[in-house]
Each structure stands twice: as structure tokens, then as C-alpha cells.
């Protein structure tokens, strides 16, 4: 089977879609060597990303002009490609197929991760809204079957687009197996000493946007007095500001950013945290559940929608918005020893189920199926 990926954000994309795009390939090269994989991108960055396996070709943008209008390219020029590399099912990663994509003689599938922006309008400007909806409706409409992440995902493409749910397959984000291996005493004081880490403390990862609701959180330790200190892991926008204001104000709560780190510590910031809380307001999937989850890490996370299929029966879900209903989770967690331990091994347990070769192998039977229907 000669199988095109959309790799565009496998190699350009540091956070969530980039990590499921690389996560995928690697899984898919490495448990099914008898098929060819063809990724197509507007660029490499092997630093992010080097896929070397022997069944792997890189498609870029072979001319000047194609690397300057790479976002045409992406449209009528691979679908050309396509075509010449002999591809017999393409698979767009995140949320969209090449426009112009040539249905009678490529077969597809798209996986879709969220509909937020249309579930959640308010964080999103006029323009992305149109730009977003305006893909992933075509990417559901062209594609022979469709991939949601989550259940909740699933219903959200068959309300918003009307799509039939017989064409959808729910098959979770899968994680890395890093996440799942512990690291030794040395290799976690290493980590520690590295980025000077406290000895304690929560951890919180993700974009610092409203939609994340990490004010919410600094909010739960401040009402709470608790005093373990909160590292944030993840990149600033605009809303960062009012955390920061917050902050200012009520010099008790201690939080530490860290903007950026290695791929390769994150599972070890887990596996240091005591407790690990996720209070955001919607999410597709929400991969880092499940990290926590692998790295035997207790989770407090919202309650509703996606979220008690990523965290499962042994994580603790609260209201989002009521700032003192997190900050008693987190104080149940922290001062519960024999709950914790309960929180650890079942959550381990549970994040089991969501190994990436496990995935993959769902996923490429989705493949077998789309072609055996042709």
C-alpha cells in the first residue's frame, strides 16, 4: 500500500497537532514496513522531525516559485503528485485535504480534532473562523472516511456539518511511548537541576490562552491557600497579561513559566509533579490527560464534554469556572496519600489502552477498509 500524509505540521508544528502528525508516522512507518509512506510539506525541519525509516519519502516543493506560494502548492500541486507517486489513499492529519483533491483516483481520510471554532466562536476572530470552517467543511465533505479523535468530536462534525455518522470513526490520539517508560532517580535530578525545579509542585501544560483557563486555576490556588508552587509549561498569547496581573496582585500564589523546553523533558515534568490540573473550557481530546495519565501522574481536569473519555474513571473532574470546587480537588489529591496512589495506578492503567501502536493499527484498518470498498 503506498500511503500519502499530509506532514505539514509533523515538521513545523512544535505543540498538539504537530506531536499527533509525528506520533502517527513514526508508529505507522515503524509497525506496517511493508508500506510506503510518502509525507508532503512545504518544508523540512529534522531538528523537529527526522522520519528515517526505510519506508519513508519526503515530498517539498521542488521550484522557487512553489516554495514561495508554498499554500498554492499545497493545493494544486500535490494533488498532482498524488497522481505521479502512484498514492493509493491519502490521509490529511489535521482537520483538511488539498482542495482540488482528485476523488476518482485517490482515495482519502481526514482526521479531525476539534470543531471549536465553531463550538466556541468567541476565542476566534471573524477571519480564522471562515478560513477554518471553510476547510475542514470541504475535508469532511471530499473525504471517504473521517477521523475523530473523540466522541465528543464525532457529534460536533455531524451537527455543525451535517455529516452522516456512518462515515465517522472515533479512534483517541494515541501517546508517545516515551510518556510511558519511568525515568530513573538520575535522570530526574538531572531534569530537576536543569531547569530548577522545586521539589513540589503542580503542573499545568498548554497554550496560555482564555479557552485554557489558567487564570481560573492561579484563581483556585490563591482562594484555596495553597501554597505548592504551579509550573506552566506552555507558549503566552494575549490573555497571558491578565494571569500575569493577577499575579502581581496576590504575590502569595508562585507560579514559574517555562515558554519553552525540550520534547524530550516533558515527561519528566510530569512524572516530578505531584498533581497535574487541566482546567480547560473545551477540548477535541486533550492529549496532555493523557500524558499525565501515562507518567502516573494524578489529574484534576474539567468535567463534560471530552474530557472523562481522555482522563477516564480514576481522574477527578471539576467545574471549570467554580475556582474553589479545583482548589478543594487539589487540596483531596495532595492530602490523600492512599487516593493519590489509587489515582496514580489507575490512571496508568487506563492510559494503557492508548498506546500509539495501538492506534496506528486502527487506524491502517481504516485504510484496508477505504480501499476495499473502491
Request: hydrophobic content about 40%; charged content about 25%; some cysteine.
Amino acid at each position: 500500500m503506498r500511503i500519502g500524509l499530509d506532514a505539514k505540521r509533523a515538521f513545523l508544528n512544535n505543540s498538539g497537532l504537530g506531536n499527533y502528525s509525528r506520533n502517527l508516522i513514526s508508529a505507522l512507518c515503524s509497525n506496517f514496513p511493508e508500506s510506503e509512506f510518502i509525507l508532503y510539506t512545504v518544508r523540512t525541519n529534522p531538528a523537529l522531525f527526522d522520519p528515517s525509516f526505510p519506508n519513508v519519502r519526503i515530498r517539498t516543493p521542488e521550484t522557487l516559485m512553489q516554495r514561495k506560494l508554498h499554500q498554492a502548492w499545497r493545493s494544486y500541486g500535490i494533488p498532482k503528485l498524488m497522481i505521479s507517486d502512484g498514492i493509493d489513499i491519502f490521509h490529511g492529519l489535521s482537520h483538511e485535504l488539498p482542495f482540488r483533491f482528485p476523488s476518482g483516483k485517490v482515495k482519502s481520510v481526514v482526521t479531525i480534532h476539534d470543531l471549536i471554532f465553531l463550538r466556541l466562536p468567541e476565542f476566534y476572530s471573524a477571519i480564522d473562523r471562515a478560513i477554518y470552517e471553510r476547510k475542514t467543511r470541504y475535508a469532511c465533505q471530499k473525504a471517504d472516511r473521517i477521523i475523530a479523535i473523540s466522541q465528543q468530536t464525532a457529534d460536533d462534525i455531524a451537527e455543525f456539518f451535517g455529516t452522516h455518522r456512518s462515515k465517522i470513526d472515533v479512534i483517541s490520539q494515541g501517546c508517545h511511548p516515551e510518556f510511558y517508560r519511568t525515568l530513573s532517580p538520575e535522570e530526574k535530578a538531572a531534569l530537576r537541576a536543569k531547569y530548577i525545579l522545586p521539589a513540589s509542585y503542580i503542573l499545568y501544560v498548554g497554550t496560555i490562552e482564555a479557552r485554557k483557563n489558567l487564570l481560573n486555576l492561579v484563581r483556585a490556588l490563591h482562594i484555596g491557600k495553597i501554597d505548592l508552587p504551579l509550573v506552566v509549561i506552555g507558549r503566552k498569547t494575549a490573555y497571558a497579561s491578565e494571569v500575569i496581573q493577577f499575579l502581581e496582585k496576590h504575590k502569595s500564589v508562585h507560579v514559574i513559566f517555562l515558554d519553552l523546553i525540550a520534547n524530550t523533558d516533558l515527561p519528566g515534568f510530569y512524572q516530578l509533579a505531584d498533581i497535574f490540573v487541566y482546567p480547560s473550557i473545551y477540548e477535541g481530546f486533550g492529549i496532555p490527560i493523557l500524558e499525565a495519565l501515562a507518567s502516573r501522574t494524578p489529574v484534576v481536569t474539567s468535567r463534560g464534554g471530552c474530557f472523562s473519555e481522555t482522563g477516564g474513571p480514576s481522574t477527578l473532574y471539576v467545574d471549570p469556572m467554580n475556582a474553589l470546587e479545583i482548589a478543594g480537588a487539589i487540596n483531596r489529591v495532595t492530602r490523600d496519600p492512599d487516593l493519590r496512589k489509587k489515582m496514580m495506578e489507575d490512571g496508568f492503567q487506563h492510559a494503557s489502552g492508548f498506546r500509539q501502536e495501538e492506534v496506528a493499527g486502527r487506524i491502517m484498518n481504516i485504510y484496508r477498509k477505504v480501499l476495499q470498498n473502491d
